[in-house]
């Protein structure tokens, strides 16, 4: 009988230390999924920049380090409907992805206003 109960316990042991290293694993895939498409993000805005301050500006970047990720912009469409995609990668190489369709403001001043229309992520 002791060794019954010796074995059950040993058992659950191993079932409730398999359900933790499984929660665990699952953590930090969402961690470094967050981190992908904060480094998207990133991406985007400077590529808001790009745009602020050149309104003509489509070059995109490539690998463009970041934290400790990257991330790749381009930038198509004719002015002043613009579309950005930006895909960052995290540490751990998760991808995500961000795409905003734009309108941007060419009234002559110099740091041009950007207006976002549509925003996806993931899609």
Do not use: C
């Amino acid at each position: 009988m002791t060794i019954f109960v010796i074995a059950l316990l040993a058992v659950l042991t191993m079932g409730i230390l398999q359900m933790s290293t499984e929660e665990i694993q699952l953590m930090q895939n969402q961690t470094y999924a967050t981190e992908a498409i904060a480094t998207a993000e990133a991406g985007l805005n400077d590529a808001f920049a790009e745009i602020r301050a050149d309104d003509e500006w489509t070059t995109g970047f490539t690998d463009k380090a970041f934290n400790s990720g990257s991330y790749t912009v381009t930038v198509t469409g004719t002015l002043p409907n613009r579309t950005i995609e930006s895909t960052g990668t995290s540490s751990q190489s998760f991808a995500g992805r961000v795409e905003a369709d734009v309108t941007v403001d060419t009234s002559g001043s110099s740091d041009h206003t950007i207006r976002i229309d549509n925003l996806r992520i993931n899609e």
